[in-house]
T-cell receptor, first 112, second 115 residues
Framework: GENVEQHPSTLSVQEGDSAVIKCTYS??????FPWYKQELGKRPQLIID?????GEKKDQRIAVTLNKTAKHFSLHITETQPEDSAVYFC???????????FGKGTHLIIQP | GAVVSQHPSRVICKSGTSVKIECRSL??????MFWYRQFPKQSLMLMAT?????????EQGVEKDKFLINHASLTLSTLTVTSAHPEDSSFYIC???????????FGQGTRLTVV
């Protein structure tokens, strides 16, 4: 089955700086890669996603890049703000009827 | 985005009892729903895939007789934790994509505490 590795487990950045979280996946058949933000005790919120036919996608301060050959994808957050502090999960999905395989999460801390 | 509602949000039960958790798609029909479990400070782990009109498929290591899943309609899937024990205490969360291959939206989650 799919295996998703996520790094780092904790990331502390100064407010206004950029944050990058990286994930790798094992199943070359995976074709959908979402990123979720989860605040304590709440449901994961989809913040951005990318499909395997695209190399990069951007939505305001958030961007995701995908390298299919290397089987890795990354989340980039620019101009970080205190409200960006949360746990971020990457995930991968193979066939359309499959569930998501999640990375272990990154606790992002924005230092004021 | 699609709305997925989960109930209850919190439940405390005694060891040995059963607990039912509901997952509803409010503005779309979902032939497939997914159930995840999240232990404190850990990631979400897929437990099973709920299929409308047929049996659920369970991930390796998940006991199907302990975690009963019923997907009786296109808008409702239920997860019943049978004979719950303290180690079953966790955050259970469902998700449903509006159609195959679509984005998956999550329910609010259910915090289960077994005492």
């Amino acid at each position: 089955g799919e295996n998703v590795e996520q790094h780092p487990s904790t990331l502390s950045v100064q407010e206004g700086d950029s944050a990058v979280i990286k994930c790798t996946y094992s199943d070359s058949a995976s074709n959908y890669f979402p990123w979720y933000k989860q605040e304590l005790g709440k449901r994961p919120q989809l913040i951005i996603d990318i499909r395997s036919n695209v190399g990069e996608k951007k939505d305001q301060r958030i961007a995701v890049t995908l390298n299919k050959t290397a089987k890795h994808f990354s989340l980039h957050i620019t101009e970080t703000q205190p409200e960006d502090s949360a746990v971020y999960f990457c995930a991968a999905r193979g066939g359309g009827a499959d569930g998501l395989t999640f990375g272990k999460g990154t606790h992002l801390i924005i230092q004021p | 985005g699609a709305v997925v509602s989960q109930h209850p949000s919190r439940v405390i039960c005694k060891s040995g009892t059963s607990v039912k958790i509901e997952c509803r798609s409010l503005d779309f029909q979902a032939t497939t729903m997914f159930w995840y479990r999240q232990f404190p400070k850990q990631s979400l782990m897929l437990m099973a895939t709920s299929n409308e009109g047929s049996k659920a498929t369970y991930e390796q290591g998940v006991e199907k007789d302990k975690f009963l899943i019923n997907h009786a309609s296109l808008t409702l899937s239920t997860l019943t934790v049978t004979s719950a024990h303290p180690e079953d205490s966790s955050f259970y969360i469902c998700s449903a994509p509006p159609n195959q291959g679509a984005r998956a939206f999550f329910g609010q989650g259910t915090r289960l505490t077994v005492v």
